[in-house]
């Protein structure tokens, strides 16, 4: 397991990539240069009691210096209550407490088509897995191991087109985009698992899929994941207080090896669980 750091940071730059979808760069050297692909940070408001919790965020990007060295690391987050809230309303230099990289990764193992399925704000892990997969991008210690898929799609579904986040992003890093709205304002009508099938369709050779979003479509892809014979990976999103393994807020039904299931921590054990191994 990686280090934990604990920092104090700046925030250097804040702006809006979709409705009610901020990215948010801080200055991390430390953090950046051990994070993987699926891990997350813990972020508070310094000198701020309300809320007083942490909240978890994921890697979003990583940034370099001028040397190239690892510097700052990018977060997205959804505006939703209290404490995403008020970072939105935070200006470059105002300090944040940040603690981490946080949790496992997603797996670098070789595969000939890497799947990433996204819902909502779930598509934060999957910019710098992407990078990791197509070896466009170093990270930690796994970075010496290259490029791990030799083709990587999106299937990127959304309330409406509005929702979308990083699009440009995506396909600038040699990424296959694949969209779904509710509306149909963009992409297929309907949901990200009807582009996941009918992707799917064309070939399951090699495939492996990665995936993050709401419960019910990560366990809408893992169905999918048993019934094709596609190993899977789903990244949880329990809500947590400390991140580091002490509360116990955050467990996750999990499948033990002898077929029965116990309550595993999603900050420590997860947040990346096998699709075989979460009982939803
Ligand atoms: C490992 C991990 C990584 C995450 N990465 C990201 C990320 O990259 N970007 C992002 O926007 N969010 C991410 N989240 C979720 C994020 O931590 C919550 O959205 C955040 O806690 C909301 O805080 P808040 O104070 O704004 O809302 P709160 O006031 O805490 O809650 C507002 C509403 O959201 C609901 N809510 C709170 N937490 C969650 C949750 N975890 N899942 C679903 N509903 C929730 C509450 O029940 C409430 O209805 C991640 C969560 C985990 C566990
Ligand atoms: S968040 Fe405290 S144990 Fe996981």
């Known amino acids: 397991m990686n280090s934990i750091h604990y920092t104090q940071t700046e925030i250097v730059s804040q702006h809006t990539i979709a409705r009610d979808t901020w990215q948010v760069r801080i ?27 942490g909240r978890a965020l994921a890697l979003y990007d990583l940034h370099r210096d001028s040397h190239g060295a690892p510097s700052d690391i990018s977060l997205v987050y959804l505006t939703k209550g209290k404490f995403t809230q008020a970072l939105s309303r935070c200006k470059p230099g105002a300090v944040l407490d940040v603690w981490g990289p946080l949790g496992n990764a997603f797996s670098v193992e070789p595969c000939k088509h890497l799947v990433m399925v996204a ?22 210690d796994a970075g010496s191991t290259g490029a791990f898929a030799s083709k990587v799609s999106l299937c990127y579904g959304a309330r409406t087109a509005a929702y ?18 509710e509306d149909g304002s963009l ?32 366990e809408g892809v893992c169905e999918i994941a048993h ?31 002898d077929g029965s299931w116990d309550y595993r921590r999603t900050c420590m054990e997860g947040p990346v669980f096998s699709s075989q191994q979460v009982v939803w």
């Open 27 to 53: 200055r991390a050297p430390e953090m950046a240069q051990t994070v993987r692909p699926g891990q997350f940070f813990m972020v508070r408001l310094a000198q701020c009691n309300d809320p007083l919790i």
């Open 164 to 181: 979308f986040a990083g699009l440009d992003a995506f396909t600038s890093r040699g990424v296959e985009v694949h969209l779904a709205t």
């Open 187 to 218: 992409g297929h009508r309907g949901r990200v698992t009807e582009v996941l099938n009918h992707l799917l369709d064309t070939s399951c050779e090699g495939v492996r899929i990665a995936c993050c979003g709401p419960e019910p479509m990560m």
């Open 227 to 257: 019934q094709r014979g596609v190993p899977c990976e789903v990244s949880l999103e329990t809500p947590m207080a400390c991140g580091i393994g002490i509360c116990f807020t955050c467990v996750a039904k999990i499948r033990q090896a």
């Open 119 to 140: 819902g909502g704000v779930g598509i934060t892990p999957m910019l710098s897995l992407a990078g990791a997969a197509l070896g466009s991008e170093v990270f930690g």
